[in-house]
């Protein structure tokens, strides 16, 4: 059997493997003893402890389900999830990234190969970030689908607060010849069209909607823990949370800092429906208590009024949250003042919906 080479792939200057890419390669390699690659058992039975907090193991059973069989400690934290059991395809990269992610992994199992690269991202405080890969594919018994093994290392310093939100591309990209030879072709170099920009206002709705399904998982409804856990800060101060007590209750649980600023005070704890006319709080009441009986969300466009007297306009999204059975249901809302509040002015009051638009998360939406 030949050694191994790389082989370029996107890029058109070859790149430099890492070390602790190098590290995995020759991990891989130690186990598979003359065979064309190891057997998913040998790699479970034999990790390297160095490695394997930075190590995900997916099943590649078909082109559109690729589910996370492994997700390392060091990767929970990068990310700030675990995505155990999970499809790998969308749970880190928005549409139109994870066709070329499912077509490289159709790519690795069935040549086979392995390809080293590095992946563009995009943290929860909007920068930009790399991250050193490496994705070899390893045998299973006879009738079980293919698996991938990865080694994944951010190589962007973030910062304390900051995590891995969403994976948008491929950087420098090459493929790893094993002894089967490589694709003569890779994937479209253009992979960005649909990333989202976390730090760009007309995209704020988009990225709260996306984190939120991205929370759910295969679920109808993510939990409220793991919204909690899991924050965009970026988002975050234009985001409260309300428990649905009652119809005539809808109490803050949470309200960010930036609407607190908004509404000139902090109203954690009190009724959203006291600071709006009667008839407006029946809508917003009836509207949230729909979203979490058919498990969708709403987009809404509300009059606003400053203590002066001016009018302005306020866009919000909402989804559902889910609590402990038997408690007080939730409902999550990024909000927006569509226009700058220049003068410094407080809102007072809500006065009236110029939109409610329904948005379908599966479960169809109401009549």
């Not at 928005?94 to 199992?109: E, H, I, K, N, R």
């Not at 823990?225 to 119809?247: E, G």
Request: glycine content about 8%; aromatic content about 8%.
């Amino acid at each position: 059997m030949r050694a191994l080479t790389l082989v370029l792939w996107l890029n058109p200057m070859p790149r430099k493997i890492s070390n602790r890419c190098r590290e995995f390669l020759d991990h891989w390699e130690s186990l598979r003893g003359g065979k064309v690659m190891p057997s998913l058992q040998d790699f479970l039975d034999h990790p390297n402890p160095d490695l394997q907090p930075s190590v995900m193991i997916t099943d590649i059973i078909s082109r559109t389900e690729i589910p996370i069989r492994l997700f390392g400690t060091a990767l929970v934290k990068l990310v700030r999830a675990d995505p155990t059991g999970r499809n790998f395809i969308g749970t880190f990269s928005p549409p139109g990234v994870s066709d070329p992610f499912a077509d490289m992994g159709q790519v690795l199992t069935s040549q086979p190969c392995g390809t080293s690269n590095i992946k563009n991202a995009i943290t929860a405080n909007g920068h930009d970030a790399e991250i050193d890969s490496i994705t070899l594919p390893l045998s299973t018994a006879d009738g079980s689908p293919p698996c991938l093994a990865g080694y994944f290392q951010c190589v962007t310093e973030l910062e304390p607060d900051d995590f891995i939100y969403q994976v948008v591309g491929y950087g420098e990209s090459m493929f790893v010849d094993i002894g089967a030879g490589v694709p003569t072709s890779g994937v479209s170099e253009n992979l960005d069209e649909d990333a989202v920009d976390v730090g760009s206002d007309a995209d704020r709705f988009r990225t709260f909607e996306e984190h939120w399904r991205l929370l759910r998982g295969e679920a109808m409804v993510p939990k409220l823990s793991d919204f909690l856990n899991r924050p965009i800060p970026i988002l975050q101060p234009n985001v409260t949370i309300l428990d649905l007590v009652s119809a005539k209750m809808l109490r803050f649980r949470l309200i960010g800092t930036s609407i607190a600023e908004t509404f000139g005070m902090d109203a954690t704890g009190q009724n959203i429906l006291d600071f709006m006319p009667l008839a407006d709080g029946k809508v917003l009441s009836e509207v949230s208590h729909q979203i979490v009986a058919h498990c969708c969300g709403v987009e809404i466009k509300t009059d606003v009024v400053t203590s002066t007297g001016r009018s302005m306009v306020s866009g919000s999204v909402g989804f559902p949250l889910l609590r402990k059975a038997g408690e007080t249901e939730c409902v999550v809302w990024f909000n927006a003042i569509g226009e700058p509040n220049t003068y410094g002015e407080p809102v007072v009051s809500m006065s009236g919906f110029e939109r409610v638009a329904w948005i379908d998360a599966g479960a169809g939406v109401p009549d």
